[in-house]
T-cell receptor, first 114, second 113 residues
Framework: DVKVTQSSRYLVKRTGEKVFLECVQD?????MFWYRQDPGLGLRLIYF???????EKGDIPEGYSVSREKKERFSLILESASTNQTSMYLC?????????????FGPGTRLTVL | QKEVEQNSGPLSVPEGAIASLNCTYS??????FFWYRQYSGKSPELIMS????GDKEDGRFTAQLNKASQYVSLLIRDSQPSDSATYLC?????????????FGTGTKLQVIP
């Protein structure tokens, strides 16, 4: 079974802090994704990556950056956390084909920024 | 920005009935379509994918695709209380030379015992 893990289930940070969210997948998937999910807005893509050291902006990249130094690990960084970044953050991975392959999601990190 | 639209619901159906969930999409070039199920407090999981016009059946689930009308639907036969969840429609699209998946906001289904 594919397993996608995220470093924290719940996280509370203060405005202005630098926040790191870690995601690890164990199935040698090429593609990895970071989404945030908010009530009424659904899943929105923040960043994605097709390969090591490769990243592409999604629909809402402002205020975020990412790092993929190893194939299995994809990190989301909030450079200076703000209250409007309070959300559920979901990491996902897929084997190869974006348009054909299932995305497997991690359990999510609920981030609260005070 | 390509769009994927779903009625947010909640859609309430009695146990044993057929639940019908609908999704429309704006990108005529889309070739594949996915339905994910998300239980409250959990992450989404894939339940169906469909690539060709027509119906695709998997157990109690049937996905229907009509590319000419740009809609995809999910039918759940013999609905069970355990089917109560939010169902997300997902459509890959071309954007900036890359493919990415756009998710609808989801339809919340409630199956009443």
């Amino acid at each position: 079974d594919v397993k996608v893990t995220q470093s924290s289930r719940y996280l509370v940070k203060r405005t202005g802090e630098k926040v790191f969210l870690e995601c690890v997948q164990d199935m040698d998937h090429e593609n990895m994704f970071w989404y945030r999910q908010d009530p009424g807005l659904g899943l929105r893509l923040i960043y994605f990556s097709y390969d090591v050291k490769m990243k592409e902006k999604g629909d809402i990249p402002e205020g975020y950056s990412v790092s993929r130094e190893k194939k299995e690990r994809f990190s989301l960084i909030l450079e200076s956390a703000s209250t409007n970044q309070t959300s559920m953050y979901l990491c996902a991975s897929s084997l190869r084909g974006i348009s054909t392959d299932t995305q497997y999601f991690g359990p999510g990190t609920r981030l609260t920024v005070l | 920005q390509k769009e994927v639209e779903q009625n947010s619901g909640p859609l309430s159906v009695p146990e044993g009935a057929i639940a019908s969930l609908n999704c429309t999409y704006s990108d005529r070039g889309s070739q594949s379509f996915f339905w994910y199920r998300q239980y409250s407090g959990k992450s989404p999981e894939l339940i169906m994918s469909i690539y060709s016009n027509g119906d695709k059946e998997d157990g109690r689930f049937t996905a229907q695709l009509n590319k000419a009308s740009q809609y995809v639907s999910l039918l759940i036969r013999d609905s069970q209380p355990s089917d109560s969840a939010t169902y997300l429609c997902a459509v890959p699209e071309e954007s900036g030379g890359y493919q990415k998946v756009t998710f609808g906001t989801g339809t919340k289904l409630q199956v009443i015992p």
